[in-house]
């Protein structure tokens, strides 16, 4: 099974920027769309990006649109979140996630293999 593990995160003041990666074990991950989600305190977790499997198609939360930017290096094993502009309503722990195999990216509910999490926190 495929393992992903976050890196990046970090404290930044509103207006900074922090690049998220998501490292992953497996050599078939150029097959496997991968996601990033957030979760706050007390609240849900949430769909942020998601990037198809070849690296050709994204798709954004609205809260993020114009922000934060997905990609792929997919030669590293590695997915990346630019996040911009942060905000303190930003601030969550954020997960990667894999889909399933030549599957689809822009379907939240079919991401099923999580990493363990990054902490982001921006402060006002």
């Known amino acids: 099974q495929m393992l992903l593990v976050e890196s990046g995160g970090g404290a930044v003041q509103a207006g900074g920027s922090l690049r998220l990666s998501c490292a992953a074990s497996?050599?078939?991950?150029?097959?496997?769309?991968i996601g990033w989600f957030r979760q706050a305190p007390g609240k849900e977790r949430e769909f942020v990006a998601g990037?198809?499997?070849?690296?050709?198609?994204?798709n954004y939360a609205d809260s993020v649109k114009g922000r934060f930017t997905i990609s792929r290096d997919n030669a590293k094993n590695t997915v990346y979140l630019e996040m911009n502009n942060l905000k303190p309503e930003d601030t969550a722990v954020y997960y990667c996630?894999?889909?399933?195999?030549?599957?689809?990216?822009?379907?939240?509910?079919?991401?099923?293999?999580w990493g363990q999490g990054t902490q982001v926190t921006v402060s006002s």
């Open positions: 990037i198809s499997w070849s690296g050709g198609n994204t």
């Open positions: 996630a894999a889909g399933y195999q030549l599957g689809r990216h822009y379907s939240p509910a079919e991401y099923h293999l």
């Open positions: 497996a050599r078939t991950f150029s097959t496997y769309p």
